[in-house]
């Protein structure tokens, strides 16, 4: 194996992670994936979410944090953890996000749009994004660089609504775009310090807001995706956090995970 890949083998048990959302969902593939392969994962999530649990399940490796992704200070308690508990920080993947489906303007009601409502799926998703890179950047400035000059990996969740929003997605959609566009330049702005950084974009996936659809619903959805005509599972996300990690040319990248899925209306 290449000497300047990242996360050989011999490196997985001192591995360090750091998982935001990773409760459920996405976040919770990649952290279970994570720990398999013999990483230490930090996963970070809300007071009110399972992963406490989710941490005791998986053993010794995964440490459960409550986390905010809005608040400095809850993030920067979660690599405080990462450090002591750890002794460093490798990787971070930012799977926290909200959404809400509403249209700019209901003419049958005449209600617009809650401002309030679009700033807050933009600061959850866009700014919580940033406020974890910007934090984590600095813990992984602080690690011996391999041959390559590499210290960290940051890797981004946006979504296909990004490039084909949807009825309904102008907050989601403006959200996950403003992530896909500050890929380059943060990808820019820490490669003087050996930091990595790209974004998936996740098509339709098998995760617990999907899960709560009807069957038949599920069923169309996954009708709209070409190929393989089917919903993606989070392990095929977590796949790629890995693939991303290992591979050292890969920065500053926006990799659509949708199966050639372009959304309708």
């Not at 998986?58 to 990462?82: H, I, M, R």
């Not at 919580?128 to 600095?138: C, P």
């Not at 095929?236 to 995970?257: D, H, K, T």
Request: net charge neutral; glycine share 8%.
């Amino acid at each position: 194996m290449d000497v300047r890949v990242f996360w050989m083998a011999s490196e997985r048990d001192n591995a360090v992670a750091l998982v935001t959302g990773g409760a459920s969902g996405l976040g919770r593939a990649t952290v279970e994936r994570f720990a398999r392969t013999g990483s230490k994962v930090v996963l970070a999530d809300l007071p009110t979410s399972k992963g406490a649990d989710v941490a005791k399940e998986l053993g010794d490796n995964v440490v459960f944090v409550p986390v905010d992704v809005l608040s400095e200070k809850d993030v920067t308690g979660a690599l405080e953890l990462a450090k002591s508990q750890f002794g460093r920080l490798d990787v971070a993947v930012n799977c926290a996000g909200i959404a809400v489906a509403v249209k700019t303007y209901n003419f049958n009601k005449k209600v617009a749009h809650k401002l309030e409502d679009f700033q807050r799926v933009l600061l959850v998703n866009t700014a919580g994004s940033f406020n974890v890179i910007r934090l984590s950047a600095g813990l992984m400035g602080e690690n011996e660089p391999n041959a390559d000059g590499q210290r960290g990996v940051i890797v981004n969740t946006a979504s296909v609504a990004a490039f084909d929003g949807q009825i309904g997605q102008a907050a989601y959609a403006a959200s996950k775009a403003a992530v896909v566009g500050m890929t380059l330049p943060i990808a820019r702005d820490l490669s003087t310090q050996g930091i990595r950084i790209c974004t998936i974009a996740p098509g339709l996936f098998n995760t617990p807001m999907l899960q709560a659809l009807p069957d038949k619903v599920r069923a169309f959805l996954a009708k709209t995706v070409p190929f393989p005509q089917r919903l993606g599972e989070p392990a095929e996300y977590a796949q790629l956090v890995q693939s991303i990690v290992e591979n050292p040319m890969l920065n500053g990248e926006v990799i659509r995970l949708d199966g050639a899925l372009r959304m309708m209306p």
